[in-house]
């Protein structure tokens, strides 16, 4: 499938890293993003650009976005973009965390036009990105899952089909739960120690192999301790998938405290000027170091 072109749209923190391993899989790439800068380096190493979501998926065997939020995955694909533009027969995969209503939706409209659609959004940060380690939770159509495997396999270490379209996102809805109340717990526990005056690298070192042991905490506990609050992932992102979470919780009649709890340290942050920090930046709730 190495000769096939993959028409990618975002190429932001996430993205970037995506197309690179897309790239060194032998994909030919097609980029687009709202500001063109972004893409530079990513068309100095062989990217092609591409002035619209449209013509980033016209002739495109494949089409992949990974934008913001949910109104910009239904701008792209609705708003004179994918859909109407793709390629009889080509496989739209949506990346971004987004509502698992929309990816039935667009599942729907997909199939009218005799395209294939898979929600296909992922966990594992920028370092997952970058390094092609990405976890990457599979919905729509099982054929159509295994069809795009060697797409996924360029991009991720995990790949997991979950069901009808939708179930990508579902799950990724489990993932960012789980993930709030952990951040929580992560940010709490390096600050308890660091009051007690004990050496944090010593309290990481025995804490992170036991049952606390995280991805977080030994990820984004590091960069916490060390000041580092720059975007894998932003609060502002964050905030919009445990809104998409609560909503989904909300609606099969599901309480989520903890993840309630969670969006509003997120939002309090946010209201403070971090909503472009990453997430790790929850730390400055605790122990704001000037």
Known sequence: MAEKTIGFIGTGVMGKGMIRNLMKAGFALHVYNRTKSKADDLIAEGAVWKASPAEAAEGADVVITMVGYPKDVASVYFDNGIIAHAKAGAYLIDMTTSSPQLAEKICRAAASKGLHALDAPVSGG???AKNGTLSIMVGGDAHDAEAMTPV??????????QGKAGSGQHTKMANQIAIASNMIGVA????????????T??????????????????????????????PGFYIKHLIKDERI???SAEAMG?????????????????????????????????????
């Open 254 to 290: 599901m309480d989520a405290p903890g993840l309630a709890l969670s969006k509003k340290i997120y939002e309090a942050l946010a209201d403070q000027g971090e909503e472009n920090s990453g997430t790790q930046a929850i730390y400055k709730n605790y122990w704001n170091e000037k």
């Open 188 to 199: 709490e526990a390096l600050a308890y120690a660091k009051h007690a005056g004990l050496d």
């Open 126 to 128: 920028d370092v997952g």
């Open 245 to 247: 979470a609560l909503e």
């Open 152 to 161: 996924f396999q360029a991009m991720g270490q995990k790949i997991v089909y």
């Open 201 to 230: 690298d010593k309290v990481m070192e025995s804490i992170e192999t036991g049952a606390a042991g995280s991805w977080s905490l030994s990820n984004l506990g590091r960069r916490m301790l060390k000041g580092d609050f720059e």
